[in-house]
């Protein structure tokens, strides 16, 4: 069977469509069938690659805005490691639990009990976009624990979700958070009380146990790799997180975060901020460090008509981004959510990921193919 022929296959089974949506063309069938080397390579071993991606064309008529969703299997019981996009819904929760407390805000002072570095809510928001700061996110888990960061994301009907451990750290498994000291003004601090949470439950879904092995304390263990523990956040759920932040009022208002206006706008900006604007060395933290589409497999300048507001991830062998794209010039927007691993010997923890030579390249390349397509739709 030819690889057209088996995209085909795949695409009837994978795509859901409305019936206005079945009279239009397919635009991932038409990206995925491409023959340039760096999708092509991918689309030759889907299995191996554990490829999901939704892409949606935005419409607008008088003030409404319109979605058409386009998915290449998407499965929500299909498990992937999502790494840093968790930091997403965690820094909206951040401005959520700001708007509940008077006295605090983005400006406001803290640092963790036992630690030296004291930065601001605002700091922390910006450098988890900025360059997918491990601990920034991990001060802001501090602040609100696990389960409060899980509720706020489903009380919003956005799709599964579970937050169970902090990023990089050594205590990334306590359920127990440690206090916070925070400046209500110059001269006076409170420490917060430390939340103890929930214990994760293990997930159980499809691919939930990865690989045929994967090293820990120095040893390979030939079996694979469980991730029964670890935090879920599936693109589906990705997506409509997005689409909430991006678009709120195209939602009922108990399907939208309690965000103001000036609060959106700040996430707005730590959103699409790059690196050098915030002051990180351009060399080591160039434009697309943390803008995996279009941009990713470059080290060049990103054109300043392109802004793109997301989320990437990228850890044990799985890259995933989550965009907005917008496009000021030629008045175009997009969204693309997608994952993809890259482990080619199916060992974890062994450091040995195909990010650069196959998983990046293929997202530049998917979401160039997209920004043609967006170029060329009529509207």
Do not use: W
Not at 179 to 205: F, R
Not at 251 to 263: C, D, S, T
Not at 334 to 345: E, G, K, P, R, S
Request: charged content about 25%; some cysteine.
């Amino acid at each position: 069977m030819t690889r057209y022929a088996i995209l085909l296959l795949i695409f009837t089974l994978c795509f859901h469509f409305s019936c206005s949506e079945m009279e239009t063309a397919h635009p991932l069938q038409e990206v995925l069938t491409s023959e340039n080397p760096k999708i092509k390579r991918v689309v030759d071993s889907l299995e191996q690659h554990q490829l999901q991606i939704i892409y949606t064309q935005i419409d607008r008529k008088n003030d409404s805005v319109f979605f058409t969703d386009f998915e290449f299997q998407v499965d929500k019981n299909n498990y992937f490691y999502p790494a840093s996009t968790v930091k997403f819904p965690v820094a909206v929760a951040t401005l959520e639990r700001l708007n509940e407390i008077d006295t605090l805000n983005l400006d406001s002072r803290f640092y963790i009990e036992g630690d030296s570095v004291e930065t601001t809510f605002g700091k922390a928001i910006s450098e988890i976009f900025a360059v997918s700061d491990n601990a920034a996110n991990n001060r802001l888990i501090e602040f609100l624990g696990q389960d409060d960061i899980n509720r706020r994301v489903s009380a919003k009907g956005a799709g599964p979700f579970r937050l169970a451990h902090r990023l990089s750290t050594s205590n990334a498994d306590d359920v127990t958070t440690k206090p916070l000291v925070v400046y209500e003004d110059d001269s006076t601090t409170v420490i917060t009380t430390s939340i103890v949470n929930s214990p994760p439950k293990p997930l159980s879904l499809k691919n939930i146990q990865k690989g045929r092995g994967f090293y820990a304390d120095d040893s390979l263990h030939l079996e694979p790799f469980d991730f029964s523990l670890k935090n879920y956040y599936p693109i589906e759920t990705q997506h409509n997180v997005l689409k909430r932040i991006i678009f709120p009022k195209t939602f009922i208002e108990k399907e939208r975060f309690n965000l103001g206006e000036a609060q959106y706008e700040q996430l707005y900006s730590a959103m699409h901020t790059l690196p050098g604007e915030l002051g990180y060395d351009a060399e080591e933290f160039y434009d697309s460090y943390v803008k995996f589409f279009m941009f990713g497999d470059s080290i060049d300048p990103m054109p300043k008509h392109i802004e793109i507001y997301n989320k990437v991830g990228y850890a044990y062998g799985t890259l995933t981004d989550c965009a907005y794209i917008k496009d000021t010039k030629n008045n175009i927007d997009f969204m693309i959510t997608a994952t993809i691993l890259v482990n080619q010997d199916g060992i974890f923890n062994d450091d040995a990921y195909e990010y650069d030579e196959i998983g990046i390249p293929f997202l530049a390349q998917l979401g160039r193919e997209i920004y043609e397509i967006e170029l060329n739709r009529k509207r």
